[in-house]
């Protein structure tokens, strides 16, 4: 090749790996680095394929997952025990949970991975912590929801927002989401489609689970699990997190309709959002296994946990 053209080659890669590095979930607006990466034209003539079929089992969803997700083998899945939680996502994928539950149990922690269909990383996070928690003692009833967006995650290209192309994370009722929420998105991200909040907060069933869920269970902890942008992030009343494993706390920002925003800053029940640093491979086990112990330690000085 000649040399004109493998410098444009190489300016088009450079590019590409800068869309790519854009900025942690939803900051500061990285419109036209998506609109590079997904071609404009391309998200909104074609539309995304159905699934092939509805995941109404645990055992369909280890099926799905263990082909699917990074460093998962089918039987780190089947070990996980999940159960359908009678929540289901847009196209009828039944979401799964797995609790276990210590004997002294008095904080519940509600771990969600998945929110964002296209950071397959986060779902397999939390199917390698489900083990851990059933090995490591501590004082708490944890509750883990491996894949908020299945619909999202299951194409055969994977995408960020749920079926409808909805980002799940902008879709919660931060107060004044009606003026907030769209006018973000139009000034702030373009109308990048990747970050389009929805017609109404909780117009998702997806965000409307984790909502009522919130308001049912009242967990003393959730911590989010996305990718890949090698961060930590946290709103909420207590002092953050310092590091998971590798992972440096950077908050970022709050951003209307966001879990953490909600969650943390107005109904004060703290949101630990973890970005790991790629979407499609997950960390070492070793560093998952850090991470893990991080988080326990914290939970345990800052929620009194012991
Ligand atoms: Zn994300």
Known sequence: MNLRFSLALMGALLSLALSAQAAPDGAKTPA????????????KLVPPPK???????????????AGRLPNVP??????????????KSVHGHALMQRDVISPNAHLRVLVIGGVHGDELSSTSLVLHWIRAATETPSNIHWRFV???????????????TNARGVDLNRNFPTPNWDKEAPHYWSKR???????????????????????????????????SVHAPYGVLDFDGPTSPP?????????QV????????????????????????????????????????LDLLRWTAERLGAN
């Open 32 to 43: 036209a680095a998506a609109a590079k990466a997904v071609p404009a034209t391309k998200s």
């Open 51 to 65: 699934p092939v079929a509805l995941i109404q089992t645990p055992q369909a969803f280890c099926q799905q997952a």
């Open 74 to 87: 089918m039987a780190l899945c089947a070990q996980a025990q999940l159960q359908t939680n009678g929540a």
């Open 146 to 160: 491996p894949l908020m967006n299945p619909d999202g995650m299951l194409l055969a290209r994977p995408q960020r």
């Open 189 to 223: 991200t373009k109308n990048d489609p990747r970050r389009y909040p929805g017609p109404k907060p909780l117009s998702e069933p997806e965000s409307k689970w984790l909502f009522d869920e919130m308001e049912r269970w009242k967990p003393d902890l959730i911590v």
């Open 242 to 250: 310092q590091k998971l494993g590798r992972l440096y706390l950077d």
């Open 253 to 292: 920002g709050i951003f209307p309709g966001s879990l953490g925003n909600y969650g943390g800053v107005h109904k004060k029940m703290p949101v630990v959002t973890i970005e790991l640093p790629s979407a499609i491979r997950t960390p070492q086990e070793a560093e998952i296994r850090q991470m893990w």
